[in-house]
């Protein structure tokens, strides 16, 4: 099992970005996948998750709205499209595999099987 996340980079204000992450050894639908970011010095803090099963998507609530969680199940790849880019969205982003289908509250980013290594979203002017 191997999580490959990447399109993080720098961006303006109000700007857009498209965050990847390819999985490998397994197949979308027996997991829900989750974007997780961790900011300096703070925790780390879920983002959105897409189950597995029946592509159900959860946000939280500092960026319902802006980002949106999907998937391609050809590409075996979940996209983070990030709108409305604030200062505060600065991060590092990692993907992340439920233990199964459904995705576990975004709060319970320690009981999250696998993830990535990581790419940096950097929003400054």
């Known amino acids: 099992v191997q999580l490959q996340a990447s399109g993080g980079g720098h961006v303006q204000p109000g700007g857009s970005l498209r965050l990847s992450c390819v999985a490998s050894g397994f197949a979308l639908a027996d997991y829900g996948i989750g974007w997780f970011r961790q900011a300096p010095g703070k925790e780390r803090e879920g983002v959105a998750c897409?189950?597995?099963?029946?592509?159900?998507?959860d946000y939280s609530r500092s960026v319902k709205g802006r980002f949106a969680i999907s998937r391609d199940v050809a590409k075996n790849t979940v996209y983070l499209q990030m709108n409305s880019l604030k200062f505060e969205d600065s991060a590092v982003y990692y993907c992340?595999?439920?233990?199964?289908?459904?995705?576990?509250?975004?709060?319970?980013?320690?009981?999250?099987?696998?993830w990535g290594q990581g790419t940096l979203v950097t929003v400054s002017s």
């Open positions: 992340a595999t439920d233990v199964g289908p459904v995705c576990a509250p975004l709060s319970l980013a320690s009981i999250r099987d696998e």
């Open positions: 897409i189950s597995g099963h029946n592509e159900a998507t």
